[in-house]
């Protein structure tokens, strides 16, 4: 089973960014996507990225403003932040499925790390 661990979460102003990371090793023979879970809602993927790296899908509440890229290299999944907004605000999980296609959907993913808290507040 994959050990995926996400890192790079914290506490931001409105308009600020971070990058989050998603490590793991083998990473590089999977499909990743990002996960956001808002205070008191359901978990709602975000952003996908193939095992390839050439194609990748956005979520409309992100569109523009985060974009994921990965480093097979270092078996590592990144997600930068831009002009973030509170609405951001929640844990933010990585996901894995073995193959070469990726999806915004939890029930297509088999690997699943433990989260980053990521705050964005005044």
């Known amino acids: 089973q994959l050990q995926l661990v996400e890192s790079g979460g914290g506490l931001v102003q409105p308009g600020g960014s971070l990058r989050l990371s998603c490590a793991a090793s083998?990473?590089?023979?999977?499909?990743i996507a990002w996960f956001h879970r808002a205070p008191g809602k359901e978990r709602d993927g975000i952003s996908c990225?193939?095992?390839?790296?050439?194609?990748?899908n956005y979520g409309d509440s992100v569109k523009g403003r985060f974009t994921i890229s990965r480093d097979n290299a270092a078996n590592t999944v990144y997600l930068q932040m831009n002009d973030l907004e509170p609405e951001d605000t929640g844990i933010y999980y990585c996901?894995?499925?073995?193959?070469?296609?990726?999806?915004?959907?939890?029930?297509?993913?088999?690997?699943w790390g433990q989260g980053t808290q990521v705050t964005v507040s005044s």
């Open positions: 990225i193939s095992r390839s790296g050439v194609n990748m």
């Open positions: 996901a894995a499925v073995r193959g070469y296609a990726c999806y915004l959907y939890e029930q297509s993913y088999t690997d």
């Open positions: 083998g990473l590089n023979y999977y499909s």
